[in-house]
């Protein structure tokens, strides 16, 4: 295991993955996409404000620093406000128009199985997710805020961060105004906010909370001599950094038997990200404790206890700390005040393999077993040493927590009605793995819900107390000794009564935390959220070099939808291709146009340059969706620079902008003016429509003899069904570019006999070199996810033909 503390210097992975916010005030926007350039746009501007590692790491450092200085005073000139990203496997769909995104990649029960279906899908074999969770009954995703099936669709969860509560309200609203402009929707907020007071660091039923992380190795200092633990943080384990990002190194548990994150599927561009769990977990806590109470009486009763033992004694055995955070393996009967063991984790269950001082199962135990395991079949299987278990073996199922409350502490004497026991309050659970399936799902299934854990014991000790959702009416018919069900929510309280006979008595719980809302998410690193702005998150960023491992492995284009298509100006055979909000530069030789017009394509490579997002072009800010870019009569190349208009939808109402481009490298590009209404210019020839999408040039008039240039303009008119076509006029710039209209088509369909199927034309580009093949003009028009060659007359019948059938548009982002 390295020593080196690389990791802290890292700016690809989240900061909240490892080096963690730990800030008091948290929002999770949980927010759903309406346009795929939008959505881009969106996460374009969004990648350089994400905060790393690096940044996150140096903070707390500091921070750390600064509050042992003040002995122990928190320092309140230092404040941050840190934002993190993640996308639902829909999101991800919808960045990039994929919709088997990940399914060639999927194994059944492995992890990317797991993130495809989500917390509320059904399984690889056929069960339902959220039972083997334990989200049943009051739990079961039809009371869900947001996750279910039938909640609205997340595509991305933004949390935003901060000391500040000013600052989280004025991030979260300066966020929220960049969303709407790229037509993303809220669907739900989800606050949190660390308790203050003597609730300080605790959660809601009242126990110190977060005590139990894991240390990464690479980044936490090893203790010297003890590679396997941190430094200053005694029996914290360091645990490799491949446990909980994506692509780094694994336990040797993990990689050879542990099969859900095998390394040879999991793709490259998912490296440096990490698996998010978001749960928001309601707590009951008067009902707990009103539980605590009832079930401690029935110990006395039976006198398993001895009677002075108070609630706290019996919730400590619940939970497996004091609610200082004292280890109850540490101290038996009171919480210790001793310096250095409150929050402790150098302890182990080996010397308590029957669970009389921290029972078997309490929510200690069951979410980290630690050294006290006893699985003797995989000792029989050769896949561990000894029985109890190896500690390295347990640490394959570790999981970073980033958890805050919610809601207002629980006070029945408060006037305040949401400190009542009606108040909302509960847990934001969030948590960081590399292996949904082997680490969450594993501890969450076969952990924390299953009545048999830890295995072959004469009493089945039950499910997790505290947490667990199947405390109650999930028999799967098995049964231990004493006839006990599967997830009946008896537990098996073993115990040297007073009178010094061993004794093991059944209690009966009920669940008092109930899931309220869940989502997996993936959380990329820095590059993989800048070439998901592009829509494709294996492709190379601008300046990126290709290497020959990446030339062997890259996977065919994506056929992608062609929103407009320009000719650079003053440069032969080079064109700017408008592809779902990525801005691409084409060589179209004489190669290259054979093979996209009648040839096999399959091979041709035609992409010089990935320009980047329509934000690259300062001529196109703020623009979500392009439609399609006019040249305007005239102008092109005029002083230096060529003009354009540029036809764009914005919240479903499509307006147009004056743009200049100059005629030289770098291409620099400007906007002249605002954005107008299509009224306001085009009344006389785009009058009545909704949204024009192409503009086709007519042969021979560019222009015709009366000085004027035509086209045909495909448009989505209202109340029809599917595109028109029209023939319009635009005058040169001495006449101010008036236009006009000569004439209003019928569908598609009916008059171009070179467009069979074609419901909507995307785009048209003027094949080069094609301009007169017999009298006729060839053009590519793209539609939908293909294109096609066809040729127009050049007579005043214009009569239309199809040269090549449909093919996709690949090879048209394809890079050379």
Known sequence: MANDLALRENTEIQGDIIAGFKKDHVQLLLLQFGSVSGARTWVEKMAPQIATTQQVARFNAQYSAAKNASGGDNPQSLKATWLGLGFTYEGLQFLTTDEKLLTKEAKPADTIS???????????????RAVKLGDTDDSAPHHWDFGGRF??????????????????????????????????TLLYTQEGEHLQGDAEGKEHFGFVDGTSQPAVAGFDEPEPGNPHYAKGKPGTRLIPAGEFVVGRELTDFHRKVVKSAAEDYIPAWMHEGSFQVIRRLEQDVPGWWSQVRTQLRRLKDLKAVDKDRGQDWFAARLVGRWRDGTPVALSENMPCTKKGVAPSNDFGFKDDPDGLRTPLFSHLRNTNPRDG???????????????????????????????????????????????????????VFVCYQSDLAGQFEFMQRDWINKSDFPPDRPHWPGPDTMVSGQLTGLGDGKHDVDGRHEG?????????????????????????????????TFVPSITTLRRLALGDPTIKLPGEQQTPADQQTQL?????????????????????????GVIRLVKIGAAERSALTVDDDADTGIVLETVGPLSTWPALKGIAQLD???????????????????????????????????????????????????MLKWAGSLSVVN??????????????????YRYWAFVTTPGVNGQRYRKITIAPVGQDHADGQEGDGNRLLTDWGSLPGVTGVDAVQAVPGK??????????????????TIAVKRAATYNSVQIEDDRPTGPWSRNA
């Open 373 to 427: 395991l006893i699985e003797d079949h995989l000792v029989e299987a050769g896949l561990a040493k000894c029985s109890p278990l190896e500690e390295e073996i347990v640490d394959a199922a570790r999981i970073i927590r980033r958890g805050i409350p919610y809601g207002l502490p629980f006070d029945p004497m408060s006037a305040d009605d949401r400190k009542g026991p009606d108040g909302l309050r509960g847990l």
């Open 114 to 128: 797991a993130f495809i279906e989500g917390p509320d899908g059904q399984s690889s074999d056929g069960g339902s």
């Open 771 to 788: 301009e007169n093949v017999a009298g006729n003009q060839w053009f590519w028009v793209f539609h939908e996810d293909q294109y096609r």
């Open 556 to 580: 065919p284009p994506k056929p992608l939808p062609m929103d407009a298509i320009v000719p650079v100006p003053g440069t032969k055979d080079r064109f700017w291709t408008f592809q779902q």
């Open 628 to 678: 399609t870019v006019l040249p305007v009569p005239d102008e092109q190349r005029t002083g230096g620079k060529s003009a354009y208009w540029v036809f764009h939808t914005l919240n479903g109402t499509q307006y147009y902008r004056f743009v200049t481009i100059a005629d030289s490298p770098p291409y620099t590009s400007a906007m002249t003016g605002a954005d107008q209404m299509m």
């Open 691 to 708: 949204r024009v999408d192409a503009f086709m040039p007519v042969p021979d008039q560019q222009p015709g003899p009366d000085g004027k």
């Open 151 to 184: 909640n609205p669709g997340v595509h991305a969860v933004l949390t935003v961060a901060a000391d500040d509560p000013d600052d989280l309200k004025a991030t979260v609203e300066r966020q929220m105004r960049d969303a709407r402009q790229n037509d993303l």
């Open 488 to 520: 009946d929510g008896r537990i098996s309280y073993e115990c040297t009564a007073p009178s010094g006979d061993r004794q093991t008595v059944s209690l009966d719980f009920k669940p008092f935390v109930r899931t309220r809302g869940a989502l997996y």
